[in-house]
């Protein structure tokens, strides 16, 4: 749980800053380039240890070229979506999820180039099989990840009307449930069916509010002032 800081009823900070969102991709965009130039400066030496077969230095050469390229791209994409990911703490863990989910969508993209630029697929026998296979699995992985990301658009961040991190809400559970009441909104997440983390006004019960449920059974009370401060 990373509920939003509260501070005598009022958002500490309401955004993460642009250190928190992109000083991971940064350092990887530093150490990438900084490895590719440091193959392109000692290319040759580093060709005459790997590979001792004259006719394979060419083609060895080229491929490299291609993963020097593959991995400067896919680490700029790594900081522009740094830059442009979603940092309104008022989203809760769902947020940082999101975040995740965009995460390991690029890494497959990166490995699935990978495979395609070493031409590792049409390599014959067992490893071009298991290259295959591997490939065919990463497509699914890829497609699976599209599918959280746009999920998540939809519930979390394409309505202004959603719940959000300091929220009061009122939710009834009905008849079968021990949940009723007003709540005060701590997180909101994606684990499993995604989820909204709550601390019941009168009793201090923190519970966990799976999403449907929440968006079905409860309406929002009042949203916190400050909410709409930026800090």
């Given at each position: ?83 442009y990911r979603t940092a309104d703490k ?51 992985w890829y497609l699976a990840m599209l ?9 979390y961040f394409s309505n202004e009307e ?70």
């Open positions: 749980m990373n509920p939003l800081r509260i501070q005598n009823d009022h958002f500490v900070r309401r955004y993460d800053t642009l250190f928190e969102k992109m000083y991971v991709s940064v350092i990887t965009l530093v150490i990438t380039v900084t490895t590719c130039t440091q193959w392109y400066l000692h290319e040759d030496q580093l060709i005459e240890m790997f590979v001792q077969m004259e006719e394979d230095k060419a083609n060895f050469k080229d491929k490299m070229e291609a993963l020097r390229q593959l991995f400067i791209i896919c680490s700029s994409l790594l900081v522009l979506k740094g830059y008022r989203n809760g863990s769902a947020r940082l999820h999101f975040n995740y989910y965009n995460n390991v969508a690029l890494a497959i993209l990166t490995v699935y180039g990978i495979v395609f630029v070493t031409d590792a697929i049409n390599v014959e026998g067992f490893i071009g099989l298991l290259a295959r296979t591997f490939y065919l699995v990463l497509a699914l599918r959280m990301i746009q999920k998540s658009l939809d519930k959603f719940i959000q991190v300091g929220d009061t809400m009122r939710y009834r559970g009905g008849d079968q449930s021990p949940i009723n009441g007003r709540f005060e909104v701590l997180d909101i997440h994606q684990r499993g069916i995604g989820g909204v983390i709550a601390r019941d006004v009168n009793t201090g019960q923190i519970v966990d509010i799976p999403l449907p449920t929440a968006l079905f059974s409860g309406s929002r009370v009042s949203r916190t002032a400050s909410a709409t401060d930026e800090y």
